[in-house]
């Protein structure tokens, strides 16, 4: 298991705990434990759940958490008019909050990997055009928070 299959596994479970915390109003502690014991790396109902880089799972969940409202504010702005954040169906929510936070405050990850792997998150939970609405999304919050990396050729992938 590679760094970046472990960090695929991270971004998985962010959402997937971002998501079980709207639903059921556990708090970010609650929902760190919950998952780190019970999901990462486990079978759940008949589904395996991957390995992932604990560390970046617990900064990638924590930072939504705390910079959710400057998080809301930009993804709302790179939504189309009359479609807020609070529209948008709930896993959908999660994955943009989670994908803002890295473009926003994980500098360390590039843009374009950031946007691919959400877009690959997408991926894991629809079949239809949302994975394309995440890219439009995650590609116009980009273009304002790492305009000068996105005007750079493209490098090797990495994040």
């Not at 971004?11 to 014991?37: C, N, T």
């Not at 969940?61 to 705390?66: A, K, P, S, T």
Request: a negative charge; zero cysteines.
């Amino acid at each position: 298991m590679t760094k970046l299959d472990e960090r695929a596994g991270a971004r998985l479970a962010v959402v997937q705990a971002l998501y079980e915390m709207e639903i059921s109003g556990k708090g970010v502690l609650d929902a760190l434990a919950e998952f780190e014991a019970f999901w990462i790396g486990q079978e759940v109902e008949g589904i395996l759940h991957p390995p992932a880089e604990g560390a970046f799972f617990r900064d990638l969940l924590r930072g939504v958490v705390e910079e959710q409202r400057a998080i809301d504010v930009t993804v709302d702005g790179a939504l189309a008019q009359g479609w807020p954040l609070r529209r948008i169906e709930s896993v959908l929510r999660a994955i943009m909050r989670a994908g803002t936070y890295e473009l926003m405050f994980r500098r360390d990850v590039p843009a374009r990997s950031a946007i691919s792997a959400y877009v690959d998150v997408a991926h894991s939970f629809y079949d239809g055009d949302e994975p394309g609405l995440i890219n439009a999304v995650l590609d116009k919050v980009a273009r304002g928070t790492r305009a000068a990396e996105l005007a750079l050729p493209e490098r090797s992938k990495q994040g």
